[in-house]
Nanobody, 127 residues
Framework: QVQLVESGGGLVQAGGSLRLSCAASGRTFSIYGMGWFRQAPGKVREFVAA????????YAEDSVKGRFTISRDSAKNTVYLQMNSLKPEDTAVYYC????????????????????WGQGTQVTVSS
């Protein structure tokens, strides 16, 4: 089992920044990758960014490239999402997720690849 606790959400004006954190506990030694997804009201959950836990390779959805950066602190079992130049369309509940063992074809970009999810943290960007 892996437990995930997110923090760092809030209200910010357009153009501002926020940093989300996700602390993992439990069987963290087996984590293959971690990702961030978001879900806006009335919309499906979508991929934001992910990081391969061992090699550190990162992935990001096109609309956040150049604005959002995912990183990890392996010693703290924590993944971060630095969000800059925020836009109103970034408003959503952001979820952290862990892919525990990986597997053939895992891209870290699809929500069904993940085994554990955090409770979500609200990010609201005002115009």
């Amino acid at each position: 089992q892996v437990q995930l606790v997110e923090s760092g959400g809030g209200l910010v004006q357009a153009g501002g920044s926020l940093r989300l954190s996700c602390a993992a506990s439990g069987r963290t030694f087996s984590i293959y990758g971690m990702g961030w997804f978001r879900q806006a009201p009335g919309k499906v959950r979508e991929f934001v960014a992910a990081i391969n836990w061992g090699g550190g390779t990162t992935y990001a959805e096109d609309s956040v490239k150049g604005r959002f950066t995912i990183s990890r602190d392996s010693a703290k079992n924590t993944v971060y999402l630095q969000m800059n130049s925020l836009k109103p369309e970034d408003t959503a509940v952001y979820y952290c997720a862990a892919d525990q063992f990986g597997g053939r074809g895992h891209t870290l970009k699809r929500d069904y690849e993940y085994d554990y999810w955090g409770q979500g943290t609200q990010v609201t960007v005002s115009s």
